[in-house]
Nanobody
Framework: QVQLVESGGGLVQAGGSLRLSCAAS????????MAWFRQAPGKEREFVAA????????AYADSVKGRFTISRDNAKNTVFLQMTSLKPEDAATYYC?????????????????????WGQGTQVTVSS
């Protein structure tokens, strides 16, 4: 059974940093792209960042570019999201997602429809 479990969320002051982790289990994820999305109350889920299967290529939403960094450790089946210079508008539930439909693909997607496995989310709160 495929599982994605996020951790690392919490309360942080504006300008602070957090590192989110997503531990994957149930199969080997090293051949598949992974991504982070977020959803704030009353808003639609939005793309944050994605990374290819070997981590060579990454993609970011314009709103987080230069502040967030996605990375992965395939030996540990874990994906990370390092968030710095956090702003109140970054507050949301952050979700890890896996694209297990396309093995060893070099293409990254920013649509939630392209990812077929999701974690339960971890809450990030940013105080001003």
């Amino acid at each position: 059974q495929v599982q994605l479990v996020e951790s690392g969320g919490g309360l942080v002051q504006a300008g602070g940093s957090l590192r989110l982790s997503c531990a994957a289990s149930g199969r080997t994820f090293s051949s598949y792209a992974m991504a982070w999305f977020r959803q704030a109350p009353g808003k639609e889920r939005e793309f944050v960042a994605a990374i290819t299967w070997v981590g060579c290529y990454t993609a970011y939403a314009d709103s987080v570019k230069g502040r967030f960094t996605i990375s992965r450790d395939n030996a540990k089946n874990t994906v990370f999201l390092q968030m710095t210079s956090l702003k109140p508008e970054d507050a949301a539930t952050y979700y890890c997602a896996a694209d297990l439909k396309r093995s060893t693909s070099w293409r990254l997607y920013d649509s939630s429809n392209e990812y077929n496995y999701w974690g339960q989310g971890t809450q990030v709160t940013v105080s001003s």
